[in-house]
């Protein structure tokens, strides 16, 4: 029996080198390492020269600036909630992204950093604690409550476990409903969250006698939380906890087996993201001076695990990127001016990167500019009501629009089926291949404009935004499961 | 000991007990097959509901419906079962089988992205206002005794209904050859495909007769409770869920046993305990906490033996 | 042979799932610095075994010693804190953290930094971290270059599969415990392969000072290492002794290739 080899010949003329392809070969050439073409790549591996504090400032330091140059209300709108969002999904990232854990009912712990924020510092009990005092204590409370909701999901395997957790986020909301209406036997009558209208008039943050009252301080105030909180994760994560949390996601058996107190370290996650979620909270009931039941329910969970994933679960920067995402285009989409744009500006750079090479792309365009105006022609010319209307958002494209778009007069029904049958021809157009795929795709888009413009325009501040994150969820999970800046998983099944 | 309430209640409960039974037996079917939580199941069932209400109005309304009463009551659910059917078959085909491989993690949030898609498409095309079924116009209501408990004509219909449809479902899968196929396959994936069972198939028809069960849910919540509205779905859908981990999620007989319980459990909450009707739901919850810690599998479920 | 010190010892264990007796009455023990081996048919119990020692499943009777204290009821994460280290017959590294990580996380037991000094950056971990750092690369260090320099920061899935197979075993030594379970160290190998796995067993002992309880197929593996092998034959101990002895052995030849019966003449 020989050793391994020396059972291959040698080279004639090179006896005494490693050969190609043995492993010490492999071991001793040059480093391999995953590149990255372009700019990405340029950009990827500028990122990974620059140390964490230097990450950090990246997103910081730019970010210090913003008040010199946006308005109070927009800084409000963009700036300050992307920032919570950001740090609401920091804490999820901790639970969902490092040990792997989906809870389903995380948004409820921001709400009781809010709610116990406001007991502690509103006219609702006369308390007025600062806030140096008050956030450490609700967010070691709102902790406290993350490990009790841990407690009996330690056994849960990971389905279970988000039931269980979103059963939790559903009583909470009930809970905090109907809390006006409760009667201690000793104290009788209390009003512990204002009910239904919701927690009123809590006090702006006080750190030692200063009140925060500014939109540009709340923004500092958030900023700083952001960064103070990105910076503990990040050596959490590079710590012996950290590691030992990516372990438990990875393979729990294997895990316990290799020393890891899988039980605790559940639990560890749980209070972990509670804590964090709880410090937010208080940071957000505050900003909106109030905490309404409304707030913490499906539509802001669903948000902020767009935000983890969309950005990448278990990666900071990710969570950052997701949170200027998953906040700023919805609130540009509120005019619908901008929200036209915005439609058609992404179709058109999709296509436009998609659609290779340019003179295909160009055929394209061209085809679907044609067949656009030619359905609208053939339409007025037949049925006029299908074309009476007036685009509404667009600004310039009013007047072209108007001629390439079917707009009835009376949208409301035809809209309506004609959504029902994009969504299958969306369907459709992923099932294609080739030039095929471009054939379908002209009616398929027309059909969507047609849909944008008399339809979803309308609900931009609503429906519509929901309805496109609800599909991004989907979308990312067939397209890119690891989000934007996540690094792609091997998972055995 | 008011024994009116609490017959009126024992009825109240079964009603609501066979929807949520026909509910969680669509996510035990898909749990047991796939090992999915597929949480946009509860809006397959509000879409049955929708559905319901316009193939009546389709067929003139429920004041004058332009064929008999009974007729449309029946193309009602046969609209909804056919329907949801499809619409199971739809998402299956293209939010879960992309992510059959994929990280557990994945058809999950998939699934909660379909949730809400189809929540908030409902939003957008019927509107946020209710929608009534009007049934007394439709059915009218008469009454039915059995014994003490006295059930109006929807309720009969529902309950009825119901158990005509789990033992549809019965047959099916203990006595036809896709009703084998499916339990082979939710047995051992890849041994059933190495068996020669079109397992893509196989998932296609679980798929479709869940979700077509919980379209006719909707219809049966419909026709017993008037008001159907875009979020009815997730409530529903959680409770259905809750029947299913009761009974033993991926046990037939036990989403039916789970559905019963959870239904009567949460009349009887409204009924007997501390401010039932407000935390009606809370209830539920801890019923099902309590089922979880002490029995994990749930009542009829079987421990599953991992081979390490 | 002089008796050495029990390191491992089972007496009268017996498991059983569902009606499945899988270990029937086993008495078995390792002493220090042995280099003991499991060989039997599939089935025999052989994972069985190792899953019960290392805490996985409780036996239904019978007591588990590790140097003289029973383990039994332990948590997993316990029973490797005291010095048992196991390998997964099919793989299971920690695929998508680096192998390096993947040694570093074995250490977690023997470690005691929280999470808040990790994240405040406290003096007792960051020498913590610096000692984790230097073991996992001396453990490393223990297959050549294989695993060493720019390895360290690739992720697990990226290493063939002979090189999981080695990061498995480094990982186990990163717990530094007193005995070894390997479970088919040498599956999937090719003959160089398997030959260098012999080797490595061997210096497992001599360098690292290793017990070592070994459960393998490949006859060849066996007869290098072993200074005792049982074997196991549907839960039962039918055999135990040397290679040559248990080799020869009526019942381990029935086990392994049947009864000789006059059909198959």
Redesign the interface.
């Known amino acids: 029996m020989t050793l391994g080899g020396s059972d291959l010949p040698s080279p004639a003329d090179r006896p005494d080198e490693p050969r190609v392809g043995v492993d010490d070969w492999v071991a001793s050439h040059e480093s391999r390492e995953e590149r990255k073409r372009g700019l990405v790549g340029v950009a990827a591996r500028m990122w990974a020269l620059l140390p964490p504090v230097g990450r950090l400032g990246v997103f910081v330091i730019p970010a210090g600036f913003l008040p010199l140059v946006m308005s109070q209300s927009n800084l409000a709108r963009y700036a300050i909630y992307t920032l919570v969002f950001a740090l609401m999904g920091l804490g999820l990232n901790v639970v969902v992204g490092y040990a792997g854990l989906l809870d389903l009912g995380y948004i409820a712990f921001v709400g009781f950093g809010a709610y116990g924020y406001g007991i502690l510092a509103s006219s609702q009990f006369g308390r007025h604690w600062q806030a140096e005092l008050a956030i450490p204590v609700v967010a070691l409370f709102t902790a406290f409550i993350g490990l009790l909701v841990g407690l009996p999901s330690r056994r849960l395997v990971g389905d279970y476990l988000a039931i269980v957790t979103l059963f939790f986020g559903q009583a909470f909301v009930l809970f905090v409903n109907n809390a006006n209406r409760i009667s201690f036997p000793h104290f009788g009558h209390v009003d512990l969250t204002g009910g239904s209208n919701g927690l009123a008039n809590i006090d702006p943050l006080n750190f030692f006698g200063y009140k925060v009252h500014t939109t540009t301080q709340y923004f500092y105030v958030l900023l700083a939380a952001f960064a103070l909180v990105a910076a503990a994760l990040y050596f959490a994560n590079e710590s012996r906890t950290g590691r030992a949390w990516r372990a438990l996601r990875e393979d729990p058996l294997a895990a316990e087996v290799m020393t890891v107190p899988v039980n605790r370290l559940k639990l560890l996650a749980f209070a972990f993201g509670a804590g964090i979620a709880g410090f937010t909270g208080a940071i957000y009931g505050s900003v909106q001076t109030g905490a309404f039941p409304g707030d913490y329910d499906i539509g802001l969970l669903i948000t902020i695990y767009a935000v983890v994933i969309l950005g990448g679960t278990g990666s900071i920067a990710g969570v950052a990127l997701g949170a200027i995402v998953i906040n700023c285009v919805p609130e540009l989409l509120r005019s619908q001016q901008n929200a036209s744009w915005l439609f058609y500006g992404l179709i058109l750079i999709v296509i436009l990167m998609r659609v290779r090479p340019w003179h295909r792309c160009l055929a394209f365009l061209a085809g679907l500019l044609a067949f656009g105006f030619a359905v609208h022609a053939l339409a007025a010319a037949s049925w006029p009501r299908l074309t009476a209307a007036h685009p509404r958002g667009g600004g310039s494209l009013k007047g072209p629009l108007e001629h390439w778009v079917l707009l009835p007069s009376h949208p409301v029904k035809i809209a309506d089926f004609a959504y029902v049958v994009l969504i299958a021809a969306i369907l459709l157009v992923t099932r294609l291949d080739g030039w095929r795929r471009l054939l379908a795709l002209v009616p398929t888009l027309y059909l969507a404009a047609m849909v944008w413009e008399n339809l979803l325009i309308q609900q931009t501040a609503g429906a519509t935004r929901l309805i496109l994150l609800g599909a991004l969820l989907v979308g990312l999970m067939n397209a890119r499961p690891q989000g934007l800046l996540g690094t792609p998983r091997v998972e055995i099944v | 000991m008011n024994w009116s309430l609490f017959f009126d209640l024992t009825v109240s409960g079964l009603t609501l007990g066979s929807v949520y039974a026909l509910i969680a037996l669509g996510y035990s079917m898909v749990y047991g097959i796939l090992k999915l939580l597929n949480f946009a199941h509860g809006d397959v069932y509000m879409i049955g509901a929708f559905i319901g209400w316009y193939a009546l109005h389709a067929l003139g309304g429920p004041v004058s419906p332009s064929v008999s009463a009974w007729i449309a009551v029946a193309a009602m659910f046969v609209a909804a079962l056919i329907g949801c059917g499809l619409l199971g078959v739809v998402i299956e085909r293209f939010a879960y089988r992309p992510l059959r491989n994929a990280p557990r993690i994945a058809p999950l949030i998939s699934a909660l992205g379909v949730s809400f898609f189809l929540q908030n498409s409902a939003l957008l095309l019927f509107g946020a206002a209710f929608r009534n079924y009007q049934s007394y116009d439709l059915i009218g209501s008469r009454t039915f005794s059995f014994g003490n408990l006295y059930f109006g004509t929807p309720q009969i219909l529902t309950v009825s209904g119901a158990l005509v449809l789990m033992v549809v479902l019965t047959v099916i899968v203990a006595r036809t050859t896709v009703g084998k196929a499916m339990r082979a396959t939710s047995y051992d994936r890849e041994a059933a495909a190495m068996m020669g069972i079109d397992v893509d198939r196989v998932i296609s028809v679980t798929f479709f007769l869940g979700s077509a069960l919980a379209g006719a849910a909707g219809v049966m919540f419909g026709l017993v409770f008037g008001q159907v509205y875009h979020y009815m779905g997730f409530i529903a859908g959680l409770k259905g869920f809750t029947a299913a981990v009761i009974g033993g999620i991926g046990s037939i007989p036990g989403a039916m046993l789970g559905g019963l319980i959870v239904g009567l459990g949460e009349s009887y909450s409204t009924g007997y305990l501390p401010q039932g009707s407000t935390f009606q739901n809370l209830y539920v919850f801890a019923l099902l906490i309590a089922v979880i810690l002490v029995r994990p599998s749930g009542l009829l479920g079987k421990a599953a033996i991992k081979k390490v | 042979m002089s008796e050495r010190p029990r390191l491992l010892e089972l007496t009268n264990v017996s498991k059983a799932?569902?009606g499945l007796q899988v270990i029937v009455n086993l008495d078995l023990h390792v002493g220090e610095g042995e280099i003991v081996s499991v060989i039997g048919p599939n089935g025999a119990g052989k994972?069985t075994l190792f899953?019960l020692i290392?805490g996985?499943f409780e036996p239904d009777e019978g007591d588990i010693l590790l140097g003289g204290t029973s383990i039994v009821g332990l948590?997993?994460?316990q029973i490797?804190?005291r010095g048992v280290?196991?390998t997964?017959q099919t793989l299971?590294?920690?695929?998508?953290?680096t192998v390096k990580?993947n040694v570093?996380?074995?250490?977690?037991?023997?470690?005691k930094?929280?999470?808040f000094e990790?994240?405040?950056?406290l003096p007792r971990?960051r020498r913590?971290?610096r000692e984790?750092n230097r073991l996992a690369e001396e453990k490393l260090g223990f297959f050549?270059?294989?695993l060493?320099?720019?390895?360290w920061e690739?992720?697990a899935?990226s290493l063939?599969y002979?090189?999981r197979r080695r990061l498995e075993i480094a990982?186990?030594m990163a717990?530094e415990p007193r005995i070894l379970l390997l479970d088919e160290p040498a599956a999937g190998m090719n003959?160089?392969?398997t030959?260098?796995i012999t080797e490595l067993i061997g210096k497992l002992r001599e360098e690292g000072g290793y017990t070592i309880l070994v459960i393998e197929h490949d006859m060849?593996v066996v007869e290098g290492i072993s200074d005792r092998v049982i074997a196991l034959d549907h839960g039962v101990k039918i055999a135990e002794g040397t290679f040559e002895e248990c080799a020869t052995d009526e019942r381990v030849i029935e086990a392994y290739l049947g009864l000789r019966s006059a059909d198959t003449k």
Not at chain 3, 92 to 97: A, H, I, V
Not at chain 3, 104 to 111: C, E, F, N
Not at chain 3, 118 to 121: A, E, F, N, P
Request: net charge positive; no cysteine.
């Open positions: 799932f569902g994972t899953n290392t996985i948590e997993p994460h490797t804190n280290a196991r997964f299971r590294l920690f695929l998508n953290m990580e570093m996380a074995a250490q977690y037991g023997r470690t930094a929280t999470v990790s994240m405040l950056r971990a913590e971290e984790i050549g270059q294989r060493m320099g720019y390895r690739q992720p899935y063939s002979a090189n990982r186990a717990t003959p160089a392969e030959h260098e060849h």
